[in-house]
Every structure is written in structure tokens, then in C-alpha cells.
């Protein structure tokens, strides 16, 4: 932890990646591993265009039933620090895997949705949105045009958000340290954003060991809730005493 907290002591330039784990305290599962959603769930049948064209309401049921899950989740001490580290450096871009907008809950300004969000669906043929504040109604699913809403989220084999992408790369690119929190780091492009910088430093802060781990300069065997807050205050005192 010291050697990460001298890093971004003497950083100009911060990039945070974070996936599930970091929602993990706020009670949303992550993805994989024990209790994860692809235990129980075929990811390819849940996340995929060609899943939701072969069923449409079972996609929905998942996608409203996590709704109601992040509409009653508040963002963790974990988010929370990381809104407080944007503050404590000169520059600073989070990239989340995640779709449940804690991060911006949390008070975080320069935030990146790789894979989109769920606070609206559109629609496949005419791109109309709608709010998503209490999910989609099975009934619902049809637009008046002949197409379908669908979540604005990535699917596996979808692009990601082109301008999102290009200013999450650059960002990643330009960064002194890049930290990598509560993501398995297997799913591309957007791992891919960890390893592409060799100048940086790089942390993860992760319970488990991960594909990026051997790559690390340094990693916190910790739940971000209980690391990411001792990292800032310790970050915080450091800049005071100077
Ligand atoms: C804690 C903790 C605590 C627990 N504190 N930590 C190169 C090689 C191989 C394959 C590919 C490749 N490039 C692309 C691919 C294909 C594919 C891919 O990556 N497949 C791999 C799985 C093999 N990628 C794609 O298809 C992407 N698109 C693409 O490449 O398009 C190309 C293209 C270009 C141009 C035109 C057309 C196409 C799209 C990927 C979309 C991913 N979508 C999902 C679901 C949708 C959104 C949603 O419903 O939420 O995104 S899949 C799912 O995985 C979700 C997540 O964002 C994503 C990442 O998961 P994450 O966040 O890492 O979660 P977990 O569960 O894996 O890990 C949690 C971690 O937290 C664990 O490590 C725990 O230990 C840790 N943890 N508690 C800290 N308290």
C-alpha cells in the first residue's frame, strides 16, 4: 500500500478502471465466481444480441431484476474515496465496467461507462430511449416502430462506445499511475486499458488474484470498501504535511 500511495502522491495524471468487486460492498453481485451471475446464468444467453433475439423477455426479467437491485444499492466507502481522490489529484479519469451509476452516486465527475448504463434502454431500429427508473414491462419491449428496447448496455460482441473508448484510451495512455479495483480483467477490450500504459504504475486492489496480477507494481489483497479509504486518507495527510 505504501509503494501506491507514494505513486499517486507523485502523479499528474491518475486512471482508475474498476469492474463489479467494487459494488461488491454495496451488496450487487459481481459476474464470476462464487455467487457471481454467470453461476447461475448463461452469459451468452443474458449478454449477447443473439440471446436477447432468441428471448427478449428473459433477457428483461435479469436486466429489471438488477434494476430494482441498484435503484435500493447506495455506493461504499470504496466509491466514496475514489470521488475523494479526483479531488486530491490534477488529473483524473475513472473507466467502470460497471452499470449501476454508483460512481457518479458517489460524487465522481470524470466517470466513463464502458458498457453503457441502465438508466435507459433504446430502442434496435429507431433509437428512441426511454427512462429506465423502474425497469421495462414485459408489454413493453415492442416499440410502436417495429423494433425493440433493448438495455443501453455492451453485449459480448458489441463495440464499446466509440468516443468513450477513445477518451478512456487516451486517458490510460497519459496516466502515472493506473489502478485497477475489483475486476476478474478478463473481459476485452476493456482489461486491455490496464496493460496498454508500461510507463505507469500499476495497482490492483482485488481479495483474489487476477490474469493482471503478475503485471502489478503493487497490489492490495483487500475489499476496496476497506482499502481504497486508508489509501486516500493516507494520500490526504501526505499532501497536508507538505
Ligand atoms: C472484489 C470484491 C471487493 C469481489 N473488492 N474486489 C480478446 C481476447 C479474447 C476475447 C476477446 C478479446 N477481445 C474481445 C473479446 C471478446 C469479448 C471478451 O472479452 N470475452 C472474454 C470473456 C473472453 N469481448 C467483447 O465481446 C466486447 N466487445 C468487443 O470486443 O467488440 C469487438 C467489436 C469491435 C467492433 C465492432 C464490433 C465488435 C464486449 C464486452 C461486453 C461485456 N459485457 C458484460 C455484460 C453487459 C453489461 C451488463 O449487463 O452489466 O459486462 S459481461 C460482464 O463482464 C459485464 C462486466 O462489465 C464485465 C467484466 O466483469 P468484471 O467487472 O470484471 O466482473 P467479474 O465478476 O469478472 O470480476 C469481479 C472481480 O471483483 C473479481 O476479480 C473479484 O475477485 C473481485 N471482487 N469482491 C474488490 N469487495
Redesign the pocket.
Known sequence: MDALVDALAAAKAVFVLT????S??SGLP????AG?YWESHR?EEL?SPAGFERDPALVWRWYNMRIRAYAGAKPNAGHVALAQLESLVPAFTLAT???DSLHAAAGSKNVLEL??HLREARCTKCGATVSLSSGLPEDRIEHGCGGRFRPQ????????PADVWQRAAGAAGRADVVLV??????????AGLAMQNERAFLAE????Q?GLSSRCDAFVRE???AALPLIVQRLAERQLRR
Do not use: C, K, M
Not at 469492474?19 to 467494487?22: N, P, R
Not at 448496455?153 to 464499446?160: M, Q, R, S, T, Y
Open positions: 469492474g463489479a468487486g467494487i461488491a460492498e459481481t459476474f464470476r465466481g457471481g452469459a449478454a465496467q460497471n452499470v458498457h453503457g448496455v455492451v453485449w459480448f460482441g458489441e463495440a464499446l479495483v475489483g475486476t476478474s480483467a478478463n473481459v476485452y477490450p476493456a486492489i482485488n481479495p483474489d487476477t475489499d476496496a470498501a
